[in-house]
């Protein structure tokens, strides 16, 4: 039973680019929600995502978005980037009918240079 | 007031100690209680749900106070392998950002032989 998934592991990247990271949930799920964790912090929800909608949204900037597949895989893309958004970045999978429980992918973590 | 607020730690602790973490968050009316485990460098996962009349699974014993807003966990006879950061995790009340997770700054856990 294949568990999330995110690619690419690590990301080095310099300001004002942009970046686009990957999620395949886990096997059966179709609830895609993406969170960023600064050092030293907890996890931050940014949004979630399913039957291709985002439904959910925290308190991120617009640079923020994202996009969910048919196929219930997502992706995040962060335009014009700042040093402030070095940081974890989580995929966490879920059932649509059990949203809370949610299941994170190992993660990217993104460098801002 | 922060949503979710936890001990600050670090706690260093002995094999074989009984360790005791706590939590509070700021919404009465959020509905869904958890702990996460995060080991350093990857994904939290889930620990333990938290239920109004308590729960215990193993070594580790979950606890809600709805009126007080207090979350604990506490872990009998610590191991080595229990040496992790510990999240307190919050589910909003019902409505727009339902199915968001609110996590604390984690609290960490350092168990010495």
């Known amino acids: 039973d294949a568990g999330v998934t995110q690619s690419p592991t690590h990301l080095i990247k310099t300001r004002g680019q942009q970046v686009t990271l990957r999620c395949s949930p886990k096997?059966?799920?179709?609830?895609v929600s993406w969170y960023q964790q600064a050092l030293g912090q907890g996890p931050q929800f940014i949004f979630q995502?399913?039957?291709?909608?985002?439904?959910q949204r925290g308190n991120f900037p617009d640079r923020f978005s994202g996009h969910q597949f048919p196929n219930y895989s997502s992706e995040l893309n962060v335009n014009a980037l700042l040093l402030g958004d070095s940081a974890l970045y989580l995929c966490a999978s879920s059932l649509r009918t059990k949203k809370v429980e949610q299941f994170f992918g190992p993660g990217t973590r993104l460098t801002v240079l | 007031r922060k949503e979710v607020e936890q001990d600050p730690g670090p706690f260093n602790v002995p094999e074989g100690a009984t360790v005791a973490f706590n939590c509070t968050y700021s919404?009465?009316?959020?509905?869904?209680f958890f702990w996460y485990r995060q080991d350093c460098r990857k994904e939290p996962k889930l620990l333990m749900s938290v239920y109004s009349s308590g729960n215990e699974d193993g070594r580790f014993t979950a606890q809600l106070n709805r009126a007080s807003q207090y979350i604990s966990l506490l872990i009998r006879d610590s191991k080595l392998s229990d040496s992790a950061t510990y999240l307190c995790v919050v589910n909003p009340p019902r409505g727009a950002g339902s199915y968001q997770l609110t996590f604390g700054k984690g609290t960490k856990l350092s168990v010495i032989p």
């Open positions: 919404n009465s009316a959020s509905q869904s």
């Open positions: 096997s059966g799920h179709d609830t």
């Open positions: 995502y399913y039957e291709e909608e985002e439904r």
